[in-house]
């Protein structure tokens, strides 16, 4: 499995961006979480959706602005960000897990990993 996450940039606080995890190869099952890095900060999970787009779940410095969808004709989960902050200025990555049901944004549940995009917010 092959995944690319893409549609990072410069945004002005209180802005969006989409954010798409394309996958290919093998995608029965599988499950898209979204992690970040910022400098000197430790690796976050943010979001996860289950395989079918019904199970999502968000840490909570991200819920309420942040939306993850998928379409699975197209192989690509969305990770929407509204409302962008500072502290949003991060590398982030998708990564996938083949699960039955429900989904994880613990990195050791990851199958996985995309190489990064950047995302910056200028206060």
């Known amino acids: 499995v092959q995944l690319q996450a893409s549609g990072g940039g410069l945004v002005q606080a209180g802005g969006t961006l989409r954010l798409p995890c394309a996958a290919s190869?093998?995608?029965?099952?599988?499950?898209i979480s979204w992690f970040r890095q910022a400098p000197g900060k430790e690796h976050e999970g943010l979001s996860c959706?289950?395989?079918?787009?019904?199970?999502?779940y968000y840490t909570d410095s991200v819920k309420g602005r942040f939306t993850i969808s998928r379409d699975n004709a197209e192989n690509t989960v969305y990770l929407v960000m509204n409302s962008l902050k500072a502290e949003d200025t991060a590398v982030y990555y998708c990564?996938?897990?083949?699960?039955?049901?429900?989904?994880?944004?613990?990195?050791?549940?990851?199958?996985?990993w995309g190489k990064g995009t950047l995302v910056t917010v200028s206060s």
């Open positions: 990564a996938a897990a083949r699960r039955l049901s429900g989904c994880t944004i613990r990195d050791s549940g990851m199958d996985y």
């Open positions: 190869g093998s995608t029965d099952y599988l499950t």
């Open positions: 959706i289950g395989r079918r787009g019904y199970s999502t």
